[in-house]
């Protein structure tokens, strides 16, 4: 006996959220647009997650292209003792680091390459050759560099 087919439940269309006020669409986005946009997406954010018991990170721009949009995200977790959210990376860091001439205090530090700011995120032992990862500061894009280099930059920005 053949069975008759399931029927589909209709997915919800993936449009964008609408307010019931429309705005009418800056021509483009600025720093200081999109600066104001995260800080207002993160205090919903908070308020949200607070409602449940939750803490927010994150709200960092990324993939920015002033004539189109830009990506955030937030990551929203169980605070711990000191109020941060559990990384991994973090973690892994902290584990890794003097493996690779760093202190375990370095992860989130922030050090210049170039007349940039980077800010260490990350470290991936499957990369010897440049197992340090960091974001430049300005946009948030990834870049991969030799822990030797990354030490040496950080003894360059201590006072």
Request: charge should be positive.
């Given at each position: 006996?053949?069975?008759?087919?399931?029927?589909?439940?209709?997915?919800?269309?993936?449009?964008?959220?609408?307010t019931r006020v429309k705005v009418q669409p800056p021509r483009n986005l600025t720093p200081e647009l999109c600066d104001r946009l995260r800080r207002d997406m993160m205090k919903a954010c908070l308020a949200v997650a607070e409602t449940h018991g939750l803490t927010?990170?994150?709200?960092?721009?990324?993939?920015?292209?002033?004539?189109?949009?830009?990506?955030?995200?937030?990551?929203?977790?169980?605070?711990?003792?000191?109020?941060?959210?559990?990384?991994?990376?973090?973690?892994?860091?902290?584990?890794?680091?003097?493996?690779?001439?760093?202190?375990?205090?370095?992860?989130?530090?922030?050090?210049?390459?170039?007349?940039?700011?980077?800010?260490?995120?990350?470290?991936?032992?499957?990369?010897?050759?440049?197992?340090?990862?960091?974001?430049?500061?300005?946009?948030?894009?990834?870049?991969?560099?030799?822990?030797?280099?990354?030490?040496?930059?950080?003894?360059?920005?201590?006072?």
């Amino acid at each position: 006996m053949k069975k008759p087919p399931r029927k589909r439940q209709p997915s919800a269309p993936k449009a964008p959220a609408q307010t019931r006020v429309k705005v009418q669409p800056p021509r483009n986005l600025t720093p200081e647009l999109c600066d104001r946009l995260r800080r207002d997406m993160m205090k919903a954010c908070l308020a949200v997650a607070e409602t449940h018991g939750l803490t927010v990170e994150g709200g960092d721009l990324t993939d920015i292209d002033l004539r189109h949009s830009f990506e955030i995200s937030f990551r929203v977790g169980i605070p711990q003792e000191d109020g941060a959210i559990y990384s991994p990376n973090k973690a892994m860091f902290e584990v890794l680091a003097p493996h690779f001439g760093l202190e375990p205090s370095d992860y989130g530090r922030t050090f210049r390459s170039k007349d940039e700011l980077f800010r260490i995120v990350a470290i991936n032992p499957n990369r010897p050759k440049y197992p340090v990862s960091a974001e430049r500061v300005s946009d948030g894009r990834g870049f991969k560099f030799p822990a030797d280099n990354v030490a040496m930059y950080l003894l360059r920005s201590d006072p």
